[in-house]
Nanobody, 117 residues
Framework: QVQLVESGGGLVQPGGSLRLSCAAS????????MSWYRQAPGKQRELVAT???????NYADSVKGRFTISRDSAQNTVYLRMNSLKPEDTAVYYC???????????WGQGTQVTVSS
């Protein structure tokens, strides 16, 4: 059974930083691409960042230069380092992975990030 468990969210002031973690189980972690999505109130869920099994990364334009995704295969964990946070980064952040060639998505329960003074 695949499980993704996020942690690290919270309340931070504008300009601050947070690091989110997602611990994966039930998969051979090193074979899977891992992603972070977010969903703000009243908005659709959007892709924030992806890291492939080879370590290549991609980011949404809105977070480029501020967020960094990384992975630790020894710990079966993917991270999202968020710097220079803005109020518009406020959302529930979800960890994601998926199977190929037939795509089936797995999601964590989400962790709330609130950027406010």
């Amino acid at each position: 059974q695949v499980q993704l468990v996020e942690s690290g969210g919270g309340l931070v002031q504008p300009g601050g930083s947070l690091r989110l973690s997602c611990a994966a189980s039930g998969i051979i972690f090193r074979f899977y691409a891992m992603s972070w999505y977010r969903q703000a109130p009243g908005k659709q869920r959007e892709l924030v960042a992806t890291i492939t099994n080879g370590g290549s990364t991609n980011y949404a334009d809105s977070v480029k230069g501020r967020f960094t995704i990384s992975r630790d295969s020894a710990q079966n964990t993917v991270y999202l380092r968020m710097n220079s946070l803005k109020p518009e980064d406020t959302a529930v952040y979800y960890c994601n992975t998926y199977t190929t060639p037939i795509r089936h998505d797995y999601w964590g329960q989400g962790t709330q990030v609130t950027v406010s003074s």
